[in-house]
């Protein structure tokens, strides 16, 4: 992890326009569910830069593909992050990503498993392991949402710009303790989950709505 601090923290610092909002909703310390939007391949740095700034160190949940990148792969790998492939059924990153919490470690998590593929970039309807990581550790989920990224590094799409703005914003932890003792119901999951994509979706809107016009193309 201090490798890809001093390797990439650096010139994605310099390269654009960042703001931060939020921070002190990251505790310093002990177990923390983080839950991203999905807009750039980009995001797993930026989203990992807010939470450096907070003075943790992240694990994320992501993708396998991440990291066969030539450019997250090795920052992900190095800093003992957990792959996912999507589609397999396996229980093994949640197991995982628990046994991190009750460590007292920050996991972050893409609930979408995927960029979004909504023409405005709103997230999509996201997947039940981020509420079943919430409910098996009693751990609240803080939404984390990007904003600016989606035009520097998506499928069929990259702009190097210079001094583009990214912001990203904590919303306050999410307390789903009230759902604990039906944590296996799938329709308890469901809706749990679609409760932390709606306050993705309302940070999200925030963001949009307050990037400068200039920008916004």
Not at 24 to 48: F, K, M, Q, W
Not at 127 to 144: D, E, F, Y
Request: proline share 10%; net charge positive.
């Amino acid at each position: 992890m201090g490798l890809a601090k001093g390797v990439l923290i650096p010139p994605i610092w310099l390269w654009f326009e960042w703001r931060f909002e939020g921070l002190e909703h990251i505790p310093s310390e002990g177990p923390v569910l983080v839950a991203c939007n999905h807009i750039s391949y980009l995001d797993p740095l930026a989203h990992g830069y807010f939470l450096v700034k907070a003075g943790r160190r992240p694990r994320f949940l992501a993708k396998v593909e991440l990291f066969r990148n030539p450019i997250s792969g090795p920052v992900l790998r190095g800093a003992r992050q957990i792959p996912v492939r999507r589609g397999s059924g396996e229980t093994a990153p949640v197991e995982f990503g628990a046994k991190a919490l009750r460590a007292g470690e920050l996991v972050v998590v893409y609930p979408e498993s995927t960029v979004t593929s909504n023409p405005d970039f709103s997230p999509m309807r996201g997947k039940t392991g981020v509420a079943r990581l919430s409910l098996a550790t009693g751990v609240p989920v803080i939404p984390l949402a990007v904003w600016g990224s989606a035009p520097v590094w998506r499928r069929g799409h990259k702009s190097a710009r210079l001094g583009r703005p990214i912001w990203v914003k904590a919303g306050p932890p999410l307390d789903l303790s009230e759902h604990e003792d039906r944590a296996d119901e799938p329709a308890t999951l469901r809706a749990v989950t679609d409760e932390v994509m709606a306050q993705l979706s309302l940070l999200v809107d925030d963001l949009r709505g307050r990037y400068p016009k200039r920008w916004a193309a």
